[in-house]
């Protein structure tokens, strides 16, 4: 039964981490750029570890009961993805700001984290995912198998943005050109819009 508990939780929580989004878009930026990777990769994979703790042990039931404590982060949410989208609209179109390496222009530890919390934080399909769906299967788990869930969706995530991170610089080379960091910071820019527009749509209903 633990072994079985952990493959639900592993298979659970890698069909919904592998989806472009706009953390995911974060941590591939900044793997690219070899700024702070191993920081932000270790507090994304933590962040999953604790959300879907609290969501198996009942934080779950707690947030499903209020509502407006999910609006307000649905609102907040597609505040800061427009905000990093027009951002990264901006790196686009002056791309003589735009190299990788060590010439790129990095940034702090202190803020490279701050968006990192942003995007884990403040995004509220991470809880949708990790409290409310992935906390409510691990908690009809039997008692003795619900920590082998939660370890196995938590390694899950660590072996996803470790892959993504450190994997990332395998494509360097072609981002030491400008013209590359503009495609992507487009399509970073498309993303974190279109994601924001289906937050602000949700928000209205």
């Given at each position: 039964m633990p072994g079985s508990?952990?493959?639900?939780?592993?298979?659970?929580?890698?069909?919904?981490?592998?989806?472009?989004?706009?953390?995911?878009?974060?941590?591939?930026?900044?793997?690219?750029?070899r700024q702070h990777v191993g920081a932000i990769v270790s507090f994304c994979a933590l962040a999953d570890l604790l959300l879907i703790a609290a969501g198996v042990a009942?934080?779950?039931?707690?947030?499903g009961s209020l509502p407006r404590l999910t609006s307000l982060l649905t609102v907040l949410g597609a505040g800061f993805l427009i905000w990093y989208g027009l951002s990264a609209l901006t790196r686009a179109l002056h791309p003589r700001t735009?190299?990788?390496?060590?010439?790129?222009?990095?940034?702090?530890?202190r803020l490279a984290m701050a968006q990192a919390a942003g995007f884990t934080l403040?995004?509220?399909?991470?809880?949708?995912d990790t409290v409310l769906l992935m906390g409510?299967?691990?908690?009809?788990?039997?008692?003795?198998?619900?920590?082998?869930?939660?370890?196995?969706?938590?390694?899950?995530?660590?072996?996803?943005?470790?892959?993504?991170?450190?994997g990332a610089r395998l494509l360097a080379p072609l981002f030491a050109r400008?013209?590359?960091?503009?495609?992507?910071?487009?399509?970073?820019?498309?993303?974190?819009?279109?994601l924001a527009a289906l937050l602000v749509r949700q928000a209205l209903r």
């Open positions: 508990a952990f493959i639900t939780g592993f298979l659970l929580s890698a069909t919904l981490i592998v989806v472009i989004g706009a953390q995911n878009a974060f941590v591939l930026r900044q793997g690219i750029r009942g934080l779950a039931a707690v947030l735009l190299y990788a390496g060590a010439d790129a222009q990095p940034l702090s530890l403040l995004n509220p399909h991470v809880y949708l409510s299967i691990g908690a009809r788990q039997p008692p003795d198998a619900r920590a082998w869930f939660i370890g196995g969706a938590a390694a899950a995530s660590g072996a996803w943005f470790t892959s993504l991170g450190y400008p013209r590359s960091w503009r495609i992507l910071d487009t399509l970073v820019s498309l993303t974190m819009l279109t």
